[in-house]
């Protein structure tokens, strides 16, 4: 499948009332978060481009996470992994769905969706095929799980306390509160690989570590990262302090734990330091 335009669907019938049973949340998110309180014919036009715009890759990034999640659990099931483990890497998945048809429900209320290309075949990562069952996991959970999700809640909580309206911060906070156990399976999995995970194969992950930071890094290095200031732990701060304190924390620290070190050049090219804060970039 090459490169299309962006279109999902929605079955309906038996397929919809099956979901509603799974999430008894799912329509009460629907029913109850402020749609009617934004009204696109009061926003700024290009303001209003713009939010559709990042919105629409919004929902791409959901359905994205679906397609990992659903990728980390057939490598969790191929390799044995406990049943539980893998039934929480399947339900993340769906909380990942539902998180699509929430922010594609705020596309539509935004005005709808702008065009956007992708291809749908590719949308899954994909461990190294010559790796053992269990390692071609291990990849997967570390990707996905202990780097993408663990930059994930820090970006989203970045974009909540920085949004002026009522309608996006609710869904925010929807898509918040699922992050927390994403960013922890992959650890869960470490976990129960401790008994058999040799050193040369705790070092192989610290390079899968770092090189997917360096895959995200470029979203927090651009100039107007150094720029734009966010509310952190410590007080004011850039955006791109923030994400790169929580690369050190999140991340390196975590994983550190869990005896996998993180790629040394790696955390050198992203240059991990300490937030600085509005007051001290003024003295």
Known sequence: MADQQLALEWLGGATERRLRVARPAFAELHDELPWDSF???????????EARMVWTNGVF????????????????????????LCAAAADFALDELVHVTLVSRLVMTLGG?????????????????????R?????LAIKISCVGEALSLPALTASHRGSSHRLARAVL????????????????????????????????????AGDAIAV????????????????GNDGETTYRAYMEDAVEHRIVRRLAKAGVVVSRSVRDEVAVTPPVTRAARRG
């Open 39 to 49: 009204d696109p014919a009061r926003a700024d036009p290009d303001e209003l481009v």
């Open 61 to 84: 990034t959901e359905y994205a996470s679906a397609a990992a999640f659903s990728a980390m659990n057939l490598a969790f099931l191929q390799c044995g992994a406990p049943v539980d």
């Open 113 to 133: 969706a702008t065009p956007y290309v992708a291809d749908l075949e590719r949308i899954a990562p994909s461990p190294r095929p010559e790796l053992s069952a």
């Open 135 to 139: 390692m071609r996991a291990a990849e």
């Open 173 to 208: 906070d929807t898509l918040r509160h699922d992050e927390g156990p994403h960013a922890s399976i992959g650890h869960w999995f470490l976990a129960w690989a401790e008994n058999w995970m040799t050193a040369g194969e705790r070092e192989y992950l610290g390079t899968v």
């Open 216 to 231: 995200y890094e470029p979203l927090w290095s651009d100039p107007g990262a150094a720029e734009r200031v966010v509310i």
